[in-house]
C-alpha cells in the first residue's frame, strides 16, 4: 500500500533522473513533510499498525508540489516573455521575503550564441529593470567591445531575479543566499531551454554554483568546459572581482583567456591584437 511519503519520494526521484538538483518547498511544503513526519513518530509502538492511508484519501497539500515555469508561445521572444511574466509575481521567491520587489529579467537577443549568466541585479540593475547596467556591467560591456560583441548581440542574465534585500537598504547590495537562488533557478533554466545559445558564460562562482552545481573558487572551475543540458559553459571571474582587482593585469589576462576560449569555440575572429590584450609587456 502506497503511503504519502512515497509519492513525494517518486517525485523527488523523477526530478533527480532529470538531472534537477535543487526543489524549491514554500512553507506549506515544509509544513506538509512535518506532518508526515509527525505522522511517522506517533504510530503505535507495537503490533499492528493498521492499514496505512492510502495516497487518495490523504492527499499531500497543493503546496507540497513545487512550482513549475511554463513557457507560451511560438517564437523564442514570446516564450521569454511568458517567463518574463510568470517571474513578476513568481510566489516561491515572494514567499522568501528575502528579496526586493521589482523584477529584473533579462536582456540581449533570443537568438544569441553567447549566455552571459550573473548572480542577482544590483541598486543599478533595480532603478533601469536590466540586468548588469552599474559599474559591473560598464566592465562587461567592455569586455564584449573587446570580442568584437555589444550587448544587443548576446543574451545576459541572472540566477535571481529581484536584488537580494538587506536592512536599511541604500545602494549596498549583497550576493544571493541558497534559497534565493533555488527559488528562481526555474527560470535561468527555462531561458536556457529557450535561447539554446552555442556557449554559456557563468561570471563569478555564484553563477557556477547556481548553475553547475559546483563549489569552490573561481580558480579551480576556469580554464576548463563544463556542460549545462549540452551547451558549453565556461566559467570566469564576476565583473565585479576585476572592477576589485583594479590594475592587476594577471586577473584581466585570465578573464580575457577564458574569453578566447569562448570565441575560438565558437569559432570567430581572433586577430593578433585581440590575442595580446593584457600581457605583460615585453
Ligand atoms: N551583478 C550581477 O551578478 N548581476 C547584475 O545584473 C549586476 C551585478
Redesign the pocket.
Known amino acids: 500500500m502506497s503511503r504519502p511519503a512515497d509519492a513525494v519520494i517518486e517525485f523527488l526521484e523523477s526530478e533527480k533522473a532529470r538531472g534537477v538538483s535543487h526543489v524549491f518547498l514554500d512553507e506549506g511544503a515544509r509544513e506538509g513533510l512535518r506532518q508526515l513526519i509527525r505522522r511517522s513518530q506517533t504510530k503505535p509502538a507495537t503490533g499492528d499498525q493498521g492499514p496505512q492511508p492510502a495516497l487518495k484519501s490523504s492527499p499531500l497539500p497543493a503546496a507540497a508540489v513545487p512550482t513549475k515555469v511554463s513557457t507560451e508561445g511560438t517564437s523564442k521572444a514570446a516564450r521569454l516573455d511568458s517567463l518574463r511574466r510568470q517571474a513578476e509575481s513568481w510566489a516561491p521567491a515572494k514567499a522568501l521575503g528575502t528579496l526586493r520587489e521589482t523584477m ?1 529579467f533579462a536582456t540581449g537577443n533570443p537568438d544569441a550564441r553567447i549566455m552571459l549568466v ?5 541598486y ?2 533595480e532603478k533601469k529593470r536590466e ?4 559599474p ?2 560598464q566592465k562587461l560591456d567592455d569586455i564584449l567591445k573587446a570580442m568584437g560583441l555589444s550587448r544587443e548581440e548576446v543574451y ?1 542574465s ?1 540566477l535571481v531575479k529581484f536584488r537580494p534585500a538587506t536592512p536599511r537598504q541604500t545602494t549596498n ?1 549583497r550576493k544571493p543566499s541558497p534559497e534565493e537562488i533555488a527559488a528562481c533557478l526555474p527560470f535561468i533554466r527555462a531561458e536556457i531551454g529557450i535561447v539554446r545559445p552555442a556557449c554559456i558564460v557563468a ?2 562562482g ?2 557556477a554554483e547556481g548553475l553547475l552545481g559546483l563549489t569552490g573558487q573561481v580558480v579551480a572551475m576556469r580554464d576548463s568546459w563544463h556542460e549545462f543540458d549540452g551547451i558549453p559553459v565556461r566559467v570566469s571571474y ?3 572581482y576585476l572592477l576589485q582587482s583594479g590594475a592587476n593585469l594577471s586577473i584581466k589576462r585570465q578573464v580575457w583567456e577564458d574569453l578566447l576560449a569562448v570565441m575560438e569555440r565558437l569559432g570567430m575572429p581572433v586577430s593578433e591584437k585581440q590575442r595580446g590584450f593584457f600581457l605583460p609587456k615585453a
Open positions: 529584473v550573473g548572480e542577482a541585479p544590483g543599478e540593475e540586468p548588469f547596467v552599474g559591473a556591467g545576459i541572472n547590495n561570471l563569478g555564484t553563477a564576476h565583473p565585479s
